[in-house]
């Protein structure tokens, strides 16, 4: 009975760190994604207020962040 | 909380909610300090109440991770028992399940102890943003000394202003993804060399054309990797903690637009244990967040040793 539940616990916490071990390389990609968006978003944003150019600048940041984020996300994805 | 209590002639409830949350969630006022101190190359070095925590998690990781560990490495090759047989569990598992799959073998011992000293740094930083012991302290102070709130020379009324998750500030979570930062450079050029560690940023082979547009994308994406670190480590301390100040002052809210105590004494049967179960989830929250920090270093100091493109 006891063998049983150290198995149990054992097996249940090799799957726990084999999901931790697979996590790793998509929460960066999830995390960069999001703050390439927001980090260039704001500097448009920013620069929109500075030279009263909106909304160019925000909509430049936006599409930047999008495309350094997919990026960020595509190199994890198709990483061989 | 407490000093944020002191009600200004004329406002009512619905107007100090916002501000009194936001004193309880961000750093104390530098021009109110705990601790003056004179300015060193311009900069202000008074010690505020964000510094002052995060002292005192320095002192507590101290207490509590080096001195065991010391302890058992004078005792010889015994197994470890009480909190360094703890302390061991935790550091096996972050070497073998964070850093060694995304660093590699070779570099394991080299870049653990960075990343183990992040995760029991910001673990207890966000720990002890759980724990309201200046308010204690504060209530302590008010109901059993009989110290007013309006005394301003009072050392715990100064101790009252701000919040105590140091993990909170975006200028201490940027000074932790700045170390990040620089790991990333100093791992990569420790394993191929700095020029090849730059040249490795974008992919080999390539038509020149691309590489005018790859090349500024991955400088960004250097900025980017430890800007997600300062964001999300802030934004997830200080939202449980706005979240559950939110729910508790429905109860203040309540009380004043039916101008009645009852209606907030009854709100109280409902925020207060929706206040407790998140604060149950925020018990949850300090430890994924000092995990996801290191998981997500480790990562990014991976990407700079095992080059995929």
Redesign the interface.
Known sequence: MIDDQDNFLGKSLEQF?RF??Q???A??AA??L???I???GGAGYIIDQYFDSSPSGLLTGLG?GL???F??LA?SVF?? | MIVGGEKAPGSSVMDQVGDNIIHHVSNSDIHHPIVHLPHLFGIDMSVTKHVLMLWIVAVLVSAAVIIPIRKYLSRGNSAPSGIANAIEAVVK?IR???VA??VGPKWVHTWTPLILTFFFFILFANAIGMVPIFDVLGLFNRFVMGVPASDSHNFINGMLHGGVTATGNFNVTAALATITFFSIIVAGTKAHGFLQHIKNLVPHGLAWPIYIILIP?EL??L???P???T??LAANMTGGHIALLALLSLMAIFAEMFHSAVAGIGVAFVSVPMAAAISGLEVIVVMVQAY?FT??T???VG?SINV??
Do not use: C, W
């Open positions: 760190q931790v071990r996590s790793g390389p929460a960066a995390y960069t999001l703050a390439s927001l980090l260039l930047l495309i350094i984020g990026y960020e190199k990483k061989k | 598992f073998d399940s964070i799959p995304n994308i960004m994406g900025i980017v990797k800007f997600a670190l964001m999300r996801v998981l997500l480790a990562v990014f990407m995929h493109h």
